[in-house]
């Protein structure tokens, strides 16, 4: 058998579920809506598994799991070196978010990496303490502000309200998920022009662990020839 | 315990005792160190690289990922002068990069701090590591991050512009893209120009949100003008400093080449003053200084913030980190010591490379 993990509730189940069915491959939910099972039709050899979109990044890279659906922003957060873990078979095309920075919409001086990182050198100077980005994508921000040269800032992490951190004074600027940008301008804040940290989209992921068998082998071949990547 | 850690405990043993026949008191380091420090020196990089933990009392702490930090604070305690130690011990290192490295292994540290002599520290340091490998096949290669730093402090452009670039020493990407806008060779940002042709750009804002004050954006904006006003710095200077970054010959031949840059560049003089000091201390200890190479840029990628004299010993085999690095670190122990600094340098060991390159591993 071949598993396949796909979100377990909300609009991105949905929408997996419909770009599947658009395939000739049906998915659904097994048993009643509270249960976490699930049944694969269409094709032979592949196991429905539903969990949270969060985990699928771990499972797929421990081989608990054989194909996973998630956003490619949870992928490349979550797991170091993420394409020596895990391949991209197909992006969905749903699912869009931009991973952004963002700071006040007042801090009419800064428009780009370069002037948060002058930014960052002052406020240290003046409040001696280093400039604070609210985000929970800790590992996707620290590696491109490194590769930006922003330095200066710190992290702190913030699960949820991100936008609202910065009006509430527990932090400077933020690093979050957006897709049109209207509860940023509610609260005040801006995108930087070079703020894109990545755009993330719904993305069906293979598991690159060893050991799979000949027979996961011709699923995953069929598979990949009725969706036609 | 296994073989192997008998014989890296074996080796770091005849190790200490090569740096304590220096004169060098041993000095122990807590493995859980408060992570403030570390966050404070080198940001959130530290993140990257180094273990984080969290204590439900003391707040974020490290497994130490060097001994240099706990050691300058010990010594910071007691202030000799001047002072020499040693330490052995296991640092632990994530590899987000190179899972197949190592995360945890043991270094042995030799560490002069002397305000006195300070090419004879340099010196005595490099000499030692250099005495402890002997016989191994290893190549040293040095270099000199005070040189870097005095040609930035000579450049003819604004104090701004120098702390901006001082700033970035340690990121050659970034110091690269800084010195091409210094120098004119980049675009101003359209968003930059369109903020100065306002005469008062702070007046469309009514409200300022967060910490960051009205007054510093003002000011900000107040040194952008000043920066626009600065003309740019010149092709000539630009390639004095891509002169010093390229060099990558033997320390003589370095030495004469940078004798000619500080005709043009008069403010690195007392750097390569320091530099031919160093050498002779060097060669004075029978250091082979004619074969010695020398590269312009070593060091600036490292995890410590060196900024005088810096090497390294590499291992004549592919695909292994060097088996010995150090250098000096005169502003770290400023910055530990509220102000207080103390000229100092030294430099660790990798027992186990040690044994790897003499093929006992």
Redesign the interface.
């Known amino acids: 058998m071949l598993k396949l993990g796909v979100p377990s509730k909300g609009r991105l189940m949905d929408k997996t579920f419909d770009w599947f069915g658009a395939r000739g491959i049906t998915l659904r939910k097994s048993g009643s809506d509270r249960e976490y099972a699930g049944a694969v039709e269409g094709v032979d050899g592949i196991e429905l598994v539903l969990l949270s979109a969060g985990e699928v990044p771990r499972e797929l890279a421990a081989g608990r799991i054989h194909l996973g659906v998630t956003g490619s922003d949870l992928v490349r957060e979550k797991l ?2 993420w394409d020596s873990q895990v391949q991209e078979v197909a992006p969905m095309g749903f699912g869009g978010a931009d991973l952004i920075i963002a700071v ?6 800064v ?2 990496l ?2 948060l ?3 960052a ?3 240290r100077a ?2 001696g303490h ?2 604070r980005i609210a985000t929970k994508y ?1 590992r996707l921000v ?2 491109f ?2 590769a ?2 922003v ?5 702190v992490d913030s699960q949820g309200a991100t936008e609202g951190t ?2 509430n ?1 527990t ?2 600027a933020i690093a979050d998920i957006t897709s049109t940008g209207e509860t940023l301008r509610a ?3 801006k995108i930087l ?1 070079d703020g894109l940290i990545h755009a993330s989209q719904a993305t069906l992921f293979r598991g690159r662990r060893a050991g799979w068998t000949k027979e996961q082998r011709a699923t995953l071949k069929a598979l990949e020839a009725m969706l036609d990547v | 315990m296994t073989q192997d850690a008998a014989a890296i405990a074996a080796e770091t043993a005849r190790l200490r005792q090569t740096f304590e026949g220096e004169g060098a008191a041993v000095v122990d380091a807590d493995i859980l160190l408060s992570a403030d420090t570390l ?1 404070d020196l080198y ?3 530290i ?2 690289r180094a273990y984080l933990t969290t204590d439900p009392f003391g707040g974020e702490m490290v497994l130490r990922p060097d001994f240099t930090v706990p050691v300058v604070e010990a010594h910071m305690r007691n202030h000799a002068d001047p002072a020499r130690y040693t330490y052995a011990g296991k640092v632990f290192r994530k590899q ?2 190179h ?1 197949e490295r190592a995360h945890e292994y043991a270094q042995v540290g030799f560490e002069v701090f002397d305000g006195h002599d300070p090419a004879g520290a340099d010196a005595a340091v490099f000499a030692a590591i250099a005495k402890a490998l002997d016989g191994l096949p290893v190549t040293p290669v040095t270099g000199d991050i005070g040189i870097l730093m005095a040609a930035v402090q000579g450049l003819q452009t604004s104090d701004t512009r120098k702390a ?1 670039l001082m ?2 020493l340690w ?1 050659p ?2 110091f690269r ?1 800084l010195l091409d806008r210094f120098g004119g060779r980049t675009e101003v ?1 359209p ?2 120009v369109a ?1 100065l042709e306002q005469a008062d ?2 007046a ?2 009514d ?6 004050s ?1 007054d ?2 003002a ?3 107040t040194a ?1 003008r000043a920066d626009a006003a600065t003309p740019p710095i010149s092709d000539d200077e630009v390639a004095l400093i891509d002169a010093i970054l390229g060099l990558r010959e033997t320390a003589p031949n370095v030495l004469s080449a940078l004798r000619d840059i500080a005709v043009d560049l008069p403010a690195i003089a007392g750097a390569v003053q320091a530099l031919s000091a160093r050498l002779d201390a060097l060669a004075a200890r029978g250091v082979a200084v004619d074969a010695l190479a020398f590269e312009g840029s070593y060091g600036r990628t490292s995890l410590e913030y060196y900024d005088g004299f810096v090497f390294g010993f590499a291992g004549d085999a592919p695909d292994i980190p060097p088996v010995a690095t150090g250098g000096r670190y005169d502003a770290l122990t400023a910055r530990l010591g509220d102000g207080r600094a103390v000229p100092a340098v030294g430099g660790v060991i990798r027992p186990d490379l040690v044994l790897a390159l003499r093929g006992d591993v």
């Open positions: 170091s070196l006040p919409q007042s801090w009419v001086d428009d780009t370069d002037d990182d002058a930014a050198a002052a406020f003046v409040h280093r400039l800790h620290r590696e502000l490194k930006q040269g330095a200066d800032y710190q992290l910065v009006k004074e932090a400077e609260n005040g804040l022009g | 966050l940001g959130e990089d993140r990257a987000e990069d899972p901006a700033r970035h990121r990407r970034k893209a940002p968003s930059r903020l750009p702070l469309v804002v409200q300022v949100v967060g910490k960051r009205r510093e954006i000011a900000r904006i952008l």
